[in-house]
C-alpha cells in the first residue's frame, strides 16, 4: 500500500491544500474564482487556523463570501489539520445553522477532502444517540477515532457538554430589524455572556463574522484593547489603503459583483443602512433620530399632484393630555418623494375622536391594535374607507427602518406645519425617542412605510 506521504508527493496540489486555507478552497470548491480581497481574507483566516490569532473579527457587505471562507471551508480545514479539535459554530437560527451543518458534511464526505485529510471522516451513517457510536446529526458531527468534531447552534439555543476549542459566529442577527430591536439585541448579548462564553477556556479561539447593522451589537465589544484582530472590508473605501486592503479613497470592493454606480444608487437612497450594511459603520442613536437638515420645506402652494394619498393614524381613546394622543399624517407621493400635506394630534374620547376622523382625508389607515380595530369599522360603517394597517415592530426599529427618506432628501413638509412636525413641544418629533411624546412620530413612520415598503421593513 502506498504511504500517506508518498501520496502527497505525487499530488502538490493536496500538499498545499493542508497549508493554507485559500488552496484548501480552490483544491475542493473548483468554481471559486477569488479576487484581491478574498486572498486577503482567507490569509487572515489561515492565521486564525494555525493559532497564530487568538481572536479574530472580520466585517464586510452582504454577498461578498465571508461565509464560505469562514463557516463552511474554515471548520472543515481546522478539523483535516487537528481532528481533536472541538468547534461551535453559531447563526441566527437552528435552521441556519443546521444549513452550514450539512454543507460541512457534505465538504468532508468529499473524494477532494479525502485526498487532503484522509484521516478526519465522519461516521457514514446518522447517529443520533446510540452509545458507543460516533454522532452524526444535524446538530453535532463527531470525527471517528478522535476527540474533536463541531456543533451547529442558533444563537439562544443549548451549547452544553464539553468544552469548546474554537467558537465561530456568523450573522448572529438575521437582519435590521432583529438588529436594532433592543430586546433582541439585549437576549443574543445575554446568551453569548452566559452560554457561549462559558463554554471557553484559556486556549479557545473566537470568530465573529458578520455584517454590522448597529452600533451596540456584539461587534462593539470586538477591538485592539480586547484582544482581537478586527478586519473591515467597506463597499467604497473610505480610508488611507493599508496592507489588508490597498484601495484608494472612493474604489468598491468587488466591482465585477456590486459596481460603483450601484453602490452609489444604494447609498444615495438609504445613506445610514447604506453606512452601516455596506460600510460597516453603524451610526450611534443616542438623542434624536431625525435631523432638522434632512426635511425640505415647500411652500403650500407648490405642493404637486399627488398619488397614493392617505391619512395614517396612531390612535389613542383618552382626553388625559398626560397619556398618548391620537396623531395623523396626511401624505401623498410624487416623482419618488413623499410629500406631508397635513399633520395633528389631539386628547379625545372615542366618539368625539372619530367626528374628528371623518374631518381628515381619506382613506384612513389604521394599526390594528384594539382601539384601531374599533375605529376602522366604525368609519367602515359610516361608508368612509378605513384599511388596518398590522402592527409593526418596536417603535425604535420602526423609525430606523424609515429615516432614509428623509436623509435622501426625498421627504418634503409642507411650510404651514414643519414647525409643528419638528419643534411642537409636546410632539416635535426632532425630540424623538426622548421626547414627552411619540405619537406624531409614530404617525409619520406608518406612513413612510406604507409609501416605500423596503426589503428591511414589511408591513
Known sequence: MQSFAHLLKCNPKAELARRNLLDFTLYGFKQFDPTWFHKAYYDVLTKFAH?????????????HGKSEGSTR????YVLGKDPDKRLAIISYSATKARKFN????????SDTYRDVFPNTQLNQRN???MSGQFLRNAEECEIM???GGFKTVGVGGPLTGEAVDMLILDDVYKNAEDAWSETIREGITDWYDTVAQ????????????????????????CTPENGWVVIKFPAIQNREPDDIDPREVGEPLWPERHSLDRLLEIQEKKPGIFSALYQQEPTPAGGSMWREKWFNVIPDEE???????????????????????SAYVTSGTAWGNVYITDLGFEWLEFPRLIEWMKSKTRPHYI???????????TLNGAGISAIEVPKTSDKITATNLVTHVAESGRLFVAKSIILKLLHDDRQGILRFPLGEHDDLNDALVQALARHEQPEFFVI
Open 51 to 63: 493559532g497564530e490569532i487568538k481572536k479574530l473579527a472580520v466585517f464586510m457587505p452582504p454577498q
Open 73 to 76: 471551508r474554515l471548520p472543515a
Open 102 to 109: 450539512r454543507e460541512i458534511q457534505r465538504i468532508i464526505d
Open 127 to 129: 447517529v443520533a444517540t
Open 145 to 147: 477515532g478522535s476527540s
Open 198 to 221: 462559558t463554554r471557553l477556556h484559556n486556549y479557545s479561539q473566537e470568530l465573529m463574522v458578520f455584517t454590522r447593522w448597529h452600533h451596540d451589537d456584539l461587534g462593539k465589544r
Open 303 to 325: 405642493i404637486p399632484k399627488l398619488t397614493a394619498v392617505g391619512t395614517d393614524w396612531d390612535l389613542a381613546y383618552t382626553d388625559n393630555d398626560k397619556n398618548s394622543a
Open 367 to 377: 394599526e390594528g391594535k384594539a382601539s384601531g380595530k374599533s375605529a376602522k369599522q
